[in-house]
Structures are given as C-alpha cells and as structure tokens.
C-alpha cells in the first residue's frame, strides 16, 4: 500500500489534486499484526476510523465475503 501511494504521489497526482489514499477493510481487529505492518511508515495512517461516505455496509460486506473467498479458492 506504501509503495502505491508513494508511486501515485511521486508519478501521477496533479498539483491540483488531493493526495491519494488508501482502505483497508478488515474482518477483524488485530492489534500486533497493525503494530508490525505500519511501524516506521512516513505517511499517516489512521487506524479504525470511520468515515460517513463509506459506502453502505451490506455492499461492504459483500465485498469483504467475495474477496475472503477469492483468497481461500487460490490457497487451495
């Protein structure tokens, strides 16, 4: 995800344009495996905040399933 964002703010964002940011939904909260993924990263990371345009929970849920099984087909 760093890599990406870096990319974007270094090739592709206009300088009228608002940095780019990154969603990570998760299923589950964990603490150590947060502390570890984003310890020493220069750009700012809010963890568990929530934001009123997210688009509606039913549709994130979906999303969140498909791609649980997406991921669970391709360890197979």
Same mark, same amino acid.
């Given at each position: 995800?760093? %890599?990406?964002?870096?990319? &974007?703010?270094?090739? @592709?964002? #206009?300088?009228?344009?608002? !940095?780019a940011i990154? &969603?990570? %939904?998760?299923?589950?909260?964990d603490? /150590?495996?947060a502390?570890?993924? *984003?310890?020493g990263?220069n750009?700012?990371?809010?963890?568990s905040?929530?934001? !009123?345009q *997210? !688009?509606d !929970? @039913?549709? %994130?849920a +979906? @999303?969140?399933? /498909?791609e +649980?099984s997406? #991921?669970?087909?391709r +360890?197979?």
């Amino acid at each position: 995800m760093n %890599l990406y964002l870096n990319y &974007l703010k270094e090739n @592709e964002t #206009l300088k009228e344009e608002n !940095p780019a940011i990154c &969603l990570i %939904l998760c299923t589950k909260k964990d603490e /150590a495996v947060a502390h570890y993924a *984003l310890g020493g990263m220069n750009n700012k990371v809010f963890a568990s905040l929530c934001k !009123p345009q *997210l !688009p509606d !929970p @039913e549709i %994130l849920a +979906r @999303e969140i399933e /498909a791609e +649980r099984s997406w #991921l669970e087909q391709r +360890r197979n």
